[in-house]
């Protein structure tokens, strides 16, 4: 269990599975840069982004809910929980989260970890399962449902825990270039590709001198 003072922001989960460096930039050394998609990220979440409530039969909706897990040694805030009515030998208000995204759904795992670390939040702070929630992408404007299952609660909790490890050692990792690379709004701070390239010299020179 980790203390209110030891809590890491929820979001920075999806920082770490995208890019070990890109998150000790952000999350160290307090570094941001934007670029057009960052942005237009930013502006869907302000647009979503506020604390409020509304009610329609069987379904109660959150907005802008704040999430803590002490076992996780995480906190944020929810885009959008909603609390489905649930009849059965009594009544049950279910969370699901749902998580505002731009683009389109994605191959890698970013996404559905950060809403399920929601997920987890709320099953402690509430005392109750959480089996599903969905990821809205603005593209298409579509809900992708997402199952909590066993193998992305541990994946969760694992990225968790490497976030944390990352936070305490306070180093920030040597960039290594890959094709996301481009895609990053911290490219022309990391200039993965020039940190690459002394080593090829090293490697040429040292290659030459062996001759």
Known sequence: MYTEDNLLMLSALQHILFCKRQCALIHIEQSWQENVFTAKGRLMHERVDQTGRESRRDVRVEYGMPLRSLRLGLVGKADVVEFHLEEDDEKVWRPYP????????????????????????????????????????????????????????????????????????????????????????????????????????????????EE
């Open 98 to 209: 749902v998580e505002f995204k731009r683009g389109t759904k994605k191959k890698d795992n970013w996404d559905t970890v950060q809403l399920c670390a929601q997920a987890l939040c709320l099953e402690e702070m509430l005392d109750i399962s959480v089996p599903t929630g969905a990821l809205f992408y603005g593209k298409n404007r579509r809900r992708q449902v997402v199952n909590f299952d066993d193998e992305l609660r541990g994946q969760t909790e694992e990225a968790a825990e490497k976030l944390h490890q990352l936070i305490a050692s306070g180093k920030t990792p040597k960039p290594v270039y890959t094709k996301k690379c481009d895609s990053c709004s911290f490219y022309s701070t990391c200039l993965p590709k020039t940190f690459a390239k002394p080593k090829k010299v090293v490697r040429y020179l040292d290659q030459a001198f």
